[in-house]
Every structure is written in C-alpha cells, then in structure tokens.
C-alpha cells in the first residue's frame, strides 16, 4: 500500500528525531511549512520546551509585501538568528521536520548560517 505524502514525511521525521535532540546549550531548530507560511523555533527537549519561535505570519515579516514564499523564508531564517544571538545561542542542531533539504527549508538555514548561528 502506498503512503500518502504526509505519511511519509511524517515517517522521515520519526527516524530524524531519533538522532537529533535538543538541549539547553544547543537548542534544535525545528522548520515546520505550511503551503503559505514558514515556522521556525529553537526547542529544548530535555525540558520539552520552545525557546524562541518565528514564524511568517509575524507582524514585521507581513508587512514587507514580499510575493516569493523563499525571500519570506529567508527573513525567517534571519529573524530567528537574530533573537538566538539575544539569547545567547550560537549553536543549533537544524531538524528539517521531514522535508528535503531544498527549495524554502535551505533558504531558511542558510539565511540563518550568514546571520552567525552555527549548525
């Protein structure tokens, strides 16, 4: 029987988290996309907590009128380099939640790499 998309996303994501968990000193940066927004949060497993979230429906993301979903992408990415770098985080572990590495995800993490976090 075939899996449908989801499934099998979800499926990748099972195996993903396995090796990846965050901690206190090294959060893990967990993207969530939807087909019109982005959603980006540094958690900390051992307390199942999130430390910081961005997301593209945040206020000062919206009202930059961009029509690229990578562009918003990218200020995503930044904005959650920047309150990382507020908290005193420089170093993540990146969890793609299932999706390929491509496309929205990669320009999220790389946006976020050039701002100084460090995967």
């Given amino acids: ?3 449908s998309k989801r499934e099998r996303r979800l499926r990748i994501k099972k195996r993903i988290r396995k090796k990846i968990n965050g901690t206190p000193e090294i959060p893990r940066l967990s993207v969530f996309r939807s087909n019109k927004h982005i959603y980006a949060q540094l958690v900390n497993d051992l307390k199942s907590e999130t430390i ?4 593209s429906k945040e206020k000062d993301i919206s009202d930059k009128n961009l029509t690229k979903k990578t562009e918003i992408a990218e200020l995503v990415g930044k904005k959650v380099a920047d309150k990382a770098k507020e908290k005193n985080i ?3 572990v990146f969890d793609r939640n299932g ?3 491509h496309g929205r995800v ?3 993490a790389e946006a ?3 701002e100084g976090l460090k995967f």
Avoid: E
Avoid at 52 to 55: A, P
């Fill in 106 to 108: 990669k320009a999220l």
């Fill in 1 to 3: 029987m075939a899996l």
């Fill in 112 to 114: 976020a790499r050039k």
């Fill in 52 to 55: 910081i979230s961005v997301s």
């Fill in 99 to 101: 999706y390929m590495y």
């Fill in 90 to 92: 420089s170093t993540v």
